[in-house]
């Protein structure tokens, strides 16, 4: 059977006008309340920024034979438990009877600042899938198949995100492929080296506009961080995972 990838182009790009425009309404409410120096702090708190990615995941669930799964995506649902710390906080899990099937963790960084939180962002992306594969390795899920573990990160595309930007190191050579890598290009490094190193099954960074609010516009640095090999990879790992439980 084909895999069913949902229209997820035009869905992606309905989700990434609800990304801004939520942000922007969440801005302008803390204008109304004259609140108007929270303005990138109260988009990032609104919570709902990132529902349309969740509405396309969970539809590629549905589409690719897995109907009896528990999709859960309210928080009092999200918890799984940890090796280095008790419990983790998902955005997504998939689950059937006992098996979790998927988890999937979704993130945004929007300008003026793109230093200090892109090296946030990588320390706890690292140490998530760290602490889930040692955990599992434990026994923390029971017997079962290694479940699918995503990440995709929303980044605004802006001049201090793609601007080219040095790395010092005093005692030993940065590698060469970061030297003068923008911020963008750094995510997609990152990225495509979480699949390598086996930590997530797929992971994908997008770059889109502020103006892209009408429009739902979005970039992609490489096939290998792609949307489509996210889910592709994901439609693949769901019917495969519907075909072994029928």
Not at 108 to 128: C, D, K, L
Not at 162 to 170: E, I, L
Request: glycine residues 8%; contains cysteine; hydrophobic residues 40%.
């Amino acid at each position: 059977m084909a895999l069913d990838l949902v229209n997820y182009e035009d869905k992606a790009h309905e989700a990434v006008k609800a990304f801004w425009g939520n942000r922007e309404a969440a801005r302008q409410r803390q204008i109304a309340l004259g609140k108007a120096d929270q303005g990138e702090r109260a988009g990032v708190t609104a919570g709902k920024n990132l529902d349309g990615f969740l509405g396309l995941m969970m539809d590629i669930v549905n589409a690719n034979g897995l109907t009896d799964a528990n999709i859960h995506q309210n928080r009092a649902m999200l918890t799984l438990p940890g090796y280095f710390r008790p419990t983790k906080l998902w955005d997504l899990l998939v689950i059937h009877k006992t098996e979790l099937i998927a988890a999937i963790e979704l993130k945004s960084q929007v300008g003026p600042s793109f230093g200090n939180n892109f090296n946030n962002r990588t320390e706890e992306a690292i140490g998530t899938a760290q602490d889930l594969w040692t955990a599992y390795r434990e026994g923390a899920f029971g017997k079962q198949p290694r479940p699918f573990v995503g990440w995709l990160m929303i980044v605004e595309d802006a001049p201090e995100s793609r601007k080219a930007v040095s790395g010092s190191s005093p005692h030993f050579a940065v590698f060469p492929e970061f030297e003068r890598a923008s911020y963008l290009q750094r995510y997609d490094l990152l990225c495509q080296r979480l699949v390598q190193e086996q930590l997530y099954t797929a992971a994908t960074v997008l770059a889109t506009k502020r103006g892209a609010i009408d429009s739902g516009k979005f970039s992609q640095l490489s096939s290998m961080t792609s949307l489509k090999s996210f889910v592709s990879t994901f439609a693949g790992h769901i019917a495969a995972a519907a075909a072994r439980l029928e």
